[in-house]
Structure formats: C-alpha cells, structure tokens
C-alpha cells in the first residue's frame, strides 16, 4: 500500500492512499486537507493503480514538485520527494495491503475488516466470546432472515446494531440506485433522543466503498485520516466503525455506529459490527427483491382486471420501469365495441338488489370471457352496459376483425345463459373504428386506463341504433376487416350529437 506523509510546522502526518482519486488541497473537501496559505484550494491528485501512484498538479498557483522539479504529471512508485507549495511530503510504499487478508490489520488507532466474505464469522467465532456471538446469530435468525416490508428491515439493522456494538448511535445510509450516492439515513441514538444526522467523513468513505472494508477508529484525534474532517473533530465522536454495504457489485448502503469520548470500540465490536453489515445486506437485498415482486404482483392483478392474460405478459413484457411507459396517454387508432343491455332498467325495479347483482355478474363474467378471448381490454362496466377496446395498449393490426369476433361471441354466450334459464337477456352491440386517446388517465390519486375521443362517443351513440341481438358496425370499422365477413348495409344514418351521417352495416348471423 501507498502513504502519503506530510511533513508540515515540524509535525508528521500519514495518509493511507485508497485505491482510485485522492485530492491534496486546502479545502475542507479534499481527502487530504493541508492548511497552509501556499497550497491550492485543490492542488494535486494522486491515483493509486497498478503498483504505482499517478501524480496531477490541478493547476495550482505554487506549483507541485517531485525531487525538487516542478511537474505537471509524474509516475511515483514509493520513495519520492514531493512538494506541494512550500510543504514538503514523501511518497512511500509500504508491504501488505489493508485488504490482503481477512485478520484484521492493527495500527495504532484503526483496524480494518474485509467484508462480503466467510472470514468475517471464522474471524468473529475466535475473537468474540460465545455467548454474546451466539445471541447475535439468534437475533439475525429472528429479525433479519424473516421476509419483512423494507422499511422493518433497516429498522432492525438499527436495533441489532444498538443492542449488540455498545454505541452512542448508530446509522444507515442507503445509496441511490446504481450510484455511491447516499441519498437517506436512518439514524437512532442508545438513549432514545432525538438524533441528528451523522456526517460521515468523506476520507473514511471513501476508504470503505473502495476497499469493502469495514474500519474502526478508537480515536479519530489521533487519527491522520481525520485532519481535514473539521465536523468529526470538533464534535464529541472520538471512536467509531464505518462499514458499507454490497450486494455483488450493487452499493446498497453504508452501515455507522460512532461514540463519545468515554467509550472505545474493540477488534471484538468491530466483528460483530461486520458480521450484521454482512447479514444486513443480504437482508435489504432479500426485502427489495419481494418489494418489487410484490409490486409487479399488483400491479399484474390491477391490469388482469382489465386486459387479458395475452396483453398483460405483453404489457408487462414492454413495462419501463413501473410499467407506466406502456400506459401512457397517447394517440392510437383503435375498435371500439359497446353492449348494453336491453331494457334492464324496467328490469331492474321489479327484482332485488342481490337478484341484480348476481344477473350482472354472470352477464359481465360472459362478456369479459369473449373480449378476453380476443385480446381485447374492458375499458369500463357503464351500470348495465359494458365498453370494450381493441388494438390498445398494445398495437393490434386486426382490432376490427377482434373487436366483431369478440361480439359474434357475445351473442352467443347470451344465447347460452337464456338456454340456462332465469331472467331472459336481449343485448345491443355497436362498434366503431378510428383515432383515440388510450392511457391512464385520472389525478394523482386515483388514475384508470379508458379511452376518449369521438370515436368512442360515436360508438356509443350507434348503439342506440342497434335492435336487440344486432351487431352494427360502422364504415370505418367495415372496411378494416380483411378479409370482409358477412354484412348487410344499413345506409347512412343521423346520431345524436353529430353533425355528419355514418354509414353503418348490420353483421350478419353467425
């Protein structure tokens, strides 16, 4: 591994060099701070890869030297001298890595864990006592394994934190989806008070999210790591354990537990803290994994009520995200098919309202079977009428020729409950063809998929046309289904609330 040492007012201070960027400047967000008035607010960057350490100057005004040359870019590979302005640091390489082995590695004030692997419990089994890891394995086995709503989970992790690493307080952070962004805490003190939000240093995690480390700080003040990190040392943390938390190669989240002067960590709550870190994260992995099945299950049982089995597996097949890509509002040329029932409102007030309900739902149940039938969606029940779409969500090239076949089996599934006997059912049948607005459409709140447009609403006033048992379609209709079927022209007619006539044929018997 690589340190940087500093060499400043005839103090020394080491930084272990992570893989990846480290910025050396004066300003409080560099990873190394060094304050003195001849270095840059972001003077120089050293990459660590490869063996060897990248050195950039970030065009700083007092220039970075390497054996007292000036440089813009050089290749350190340990043993050199540097400037920076008028401080003088040395790059020196040093055997071992801080993620070579699974034991942990003891300096002075910090020690580290590698995480995400069986070595962490081997490791816990020898350092910590029995009893107190055996307690910890039983509560995993109560509260993590179970499957859980997210949010139960992580606050679980909390609990098993505070009850088994003796902390002051203790944090999770979550990473926002595919990024090492943390985006939200979640944050508890031992004693119950309310708890304000933990500033991590930027130094320390970066440490753990590219090492997968987890690391302990018994005393941040004499820690080089934390010169620059002005919130931790002017707070009362004096020791704490930073961990994240990986699924594969996901980043979930960072995992923190910190205290006040009057209490150290031990190597013994630095594994206990590692083995909940690793249980953790495949506790959170578990939850969103049946947040999102759980999801897509409702959101499966919303569109089968519907949209049949076939344009659901499509539907879902082409979903973006939540599936809303899908639904959107948009311009589709579509088949429109209305049923209403004939004279069911006389019907109706001489019949019971269980009577009325039941003779609906098996009327609904056999018209939804004949739409499905055809891949079409039931767009709405309107009382005693019903309002079914073709060729929407999903592009149907014959959704004319569905919508009539979907009809013809209508009529048919009428004629079978009659022969059943009960309440005789007589039904009108319309279709219409063209241009509509098909989506979810609605408020914040509530939304619904449904169509709009004026060939649904001329649809709809065909229908008044229709004789019971007919089927009538319009030109528009007509003339998209190939090959044609059997019709009889019924000539241009008047609809209310239209200007234009429609020209409307009567399909024939079946």
Same mark, same amino acid.
């Given at each position: 591994?690589?340190?940087?040492?500093?060499?400043?007012?005839?103090?020394?201070?080491?930084?272990?060099?992570?893989?990846?960027?480290?910025?050396?400047?004066?300003?409080?967000?560099?990873?190394?701070?060094?304050?003195?008035?001849?270095?840059?607010?972001?003077?120089?960057?050293?990459?660590?890869?490869?063996?060897?350490?990248?050195?950039?100057?970030?065009?700083?005004?007092?220039?970075?030297?390497?054996?007292?040359?000036?440089?813009?870019?050089?290749?350190?590979?340990?043993?050199?001298?540097?400037?920076?302005?008028?401080?003088?640091?040395?790059?020196?390489?040093?055997?071992?890595?801080?993620?070579?082995?699974?034991?942990?590695?003891?300096?002075?004030?910090?020690?580290?864990?590698?995480?995400?692997?069986?070595?962490?419990?081997?490791?816990?089994?020898?350092?910590?006592?029995?009893?107190?890891?055996?307690?910890?394995?039983?509560?995993?086995?109560?509260?993590?394994?179970?499957?859980?709503? &997210? *949010?139960?989970?992580?606050? !679980?992790?909390?609990? @098993?934190?505070?009850? $088994?690493? +003796? /902390?002051?307080?203790?944090?999770?952070?979550?990473?926002?989806?595919?990024?090492?962004?943390?985006?939200?805490?979640?944050?508890?003190?031992?004693?119950?008070?309310?708890?304000?939000?933990?500033?991590?240093?930027?130094?320390?995690?970066?440490?753990?999210?590219?090492?997968?480390?987890?690391?302990?700080?018994?005393?941040?003040?004499?820690?080089?790591?934390?010169?620059?990190?002005?919130?931790?040392?002017?707070?009362?943390?004096?020791?704490?354990?930073?961990?994240?938390?990986?699924?594969?190669?996901?980043?979930?989240?960072?995992?923190?537990?910190?205290?006040?002067?009057?209490?150290?960590?031990?190597?013994?709550?630095?594994?206990?803290?590692?083995?909940?870190?690793?249980?953790?994260?495949?506790?959170?992995?578990?939850?969103?994994?049946?947040?999102? &099945? *759980?999801?897509?299950?409702? !959101?499966?049982?919303? @569109?089968?009520?519907? $949209?049949? +089995? /076939?344009?659901?597996?499509?539907?879902?097949?082409?979903?973006?995200?939540?599936?809303?890509?899908?639904?959107?509002?948009?311009?589709?040329?579509?088949?429109?098919?209305?049923?209403?029932?004939?004279?069911?409102?006389?019907?109706?007030?001489?019949?019971?309202?269980?009577?009325?309900?039941?003779?609906?739902?098996?009327?609904?149940?056999?018209?939804?079977?004949?739409?499905?039938?055809?891949?079409?969606?039931?767009?709405?029940?309107?009382?005693?009428?019903?309002?079914?779409?073709?060729?929407?969500?999903?592009?149907?090239?014959?959704?004319?020729?569905?919508?009539?076949?979907?009809?013809?089996?209508?009529?048919?599934?009428?004629?079978?409950?009659?022969?059943?006997?009960?309440?005789?059912?007589?039904?009108?049948?319309?279709?219409?063809?063209?241009?509509?607005?098909?989506?979810?459409?609605?408020?914040?709140?509530?939304?619904?998929?449904?169509?709009?447009?004026?060939?649904?609403?001329?649809?709809?006033?065909?229908?008044?046309?229709?004789?019971?048992?007919?089927?009538?379609?319009?030109?528009?209709?007509?003339?998209?289904?190939?090959?044609?079927?059997?019709?009889?022209?019924?000539?241009?007619?008047?609809?209310?609330?239209?200007?234009?006539?429609?020209?409307?044929?009567?399909?024939?018997?079946?």
């Amino acid at each position: 591994m690589f340190v940087l040492i500093v060499n400043q007012r005839g103090a020394t201070q080491e930084h272990p060099l992570c893989d990846g960027h480290t910025i050396v400047g004066r300003g409080q967000t560099c990873d190394v701070v060094i304050n003195d008035d001849s270095i840059s607010r972001q003077h120089a960057r050293l990459v660590v890869h490869a063996g060897q350490v990248d050195l950039n100057d970030l065009q700083s005004r007092n220039g970075t030297y390497v054996g007292g040359r000036a440089v813009r870019e050089a290749t350190l590979r340990g043993g050199e001298q540097l400037s920076f302005g008028d401080v003088e640091a040395t790059i020196e390489r040093r055997s071992g890595t801080a993620t070579a082995a699974p034991d942990a590695l003891v300096a002075e004030h910090t020690m580290f864990r590698q995480l995400g692997d069986t070595a962490t419990a081997t490791s816990a089994v020898r350092i910590v006592e029995a009893p107190r890891l055996i307690n910890l394995l039983s509560e995993v086995a109560r509260t993590l394994v179970a499957t859980l709503p &997210l *949010r139960d989970i992580l606050n !679980r992790v909390i609990d @098993l934190l505070l009850a $088994h690493v +003796p /902390a002051e307080r203790a944090c999770l952070a979550l990473a926002e989806g595919g990024t090492v962004t943390l985006a939200s805490q979640i944050v508890r003190r031992a004693d119950g008070k309310p708890a304000a939000p933990v500033e991590i240093s930027r130094t320390v995690r970066q440490m753990t999210l590219s090492q997968r480390v987890a690391v302990l700080t018994s005393d941040v003040h004499q820690d080089p790591r934390f010169d620059g990190s002005q919130s931790v040392l002017l707070s009362d943390v004096r020791s704490l354990i930073c961990g994240p938390l990986y699924a594969g190669e996901e980043l979930i989240g960072l995992l923190y537990v910190d205290n006040p002067v009057t209490r150290q960590f031990t190597e013994a709550d630095l594994e206990l803290f590692s083995a909940i870190a690793n249980y953790a994260a495949v506790a959170i992995t578990q939850g969103r994994l049946a947040e999102r &099945l *759980r999801e897509e299950s409702e !959101r499966r049982e919303r @569109l089968q009520r519907y $949209h049949s +089995p /076939a344009v659901v597996e499509r539907i879902m097949a082409q979903a973006h995200g939540d599936g809303s890509g899908v639904l959107e509002a948009q311009d589709r040329e579509i088949t429109v098919l209305f049923a209403d029932l004939v004279g069911f409102t006389t019907l109706s007030e001489t019949l019971p309202p269980a009577e009325v309900a039941s003779l609906l739902n098996r009327f609904f149940s056999e018209m939804t079977d004949a739409i499905f039938s055809e891949d079409g969606t039931v767009d709405k029940f309107i009382g005693d009428a019903i309002l079914a779409v073709f060729g929407a969500p999903v592009e149907q090239s014959d959704h004319a020729r569905r919508a009539v076949r979907a009809a013809q089996a209508m009529r048919r599934g009428v004629a079978r409950l009659n022969a059943e006997g009960g309440r005789p059912l007589r039904v009108r049948y319309a279709i219409n063809s063209g241009v509509a607005i098909a989506g979810d459409v609605g408020s914040a709140r509530r939304r619904e998929y449904t169509v709009l447009g004026d060939v649904v609403n001329t649809a709809s006033r065909l229908e008044s046309l229709a004789e019971p048992d007919q089927i009538i379609v319009s030109r528009a209709t007509y003339d998209r289904i190939s090959p044609p079927i059997a019709a009889t022209p019924l000539g241009e007619r008047a609809i209310r609330g239209r200007a234009a006539t429609v020209d409307v044929l009567s399909i024939d018997p079946d």
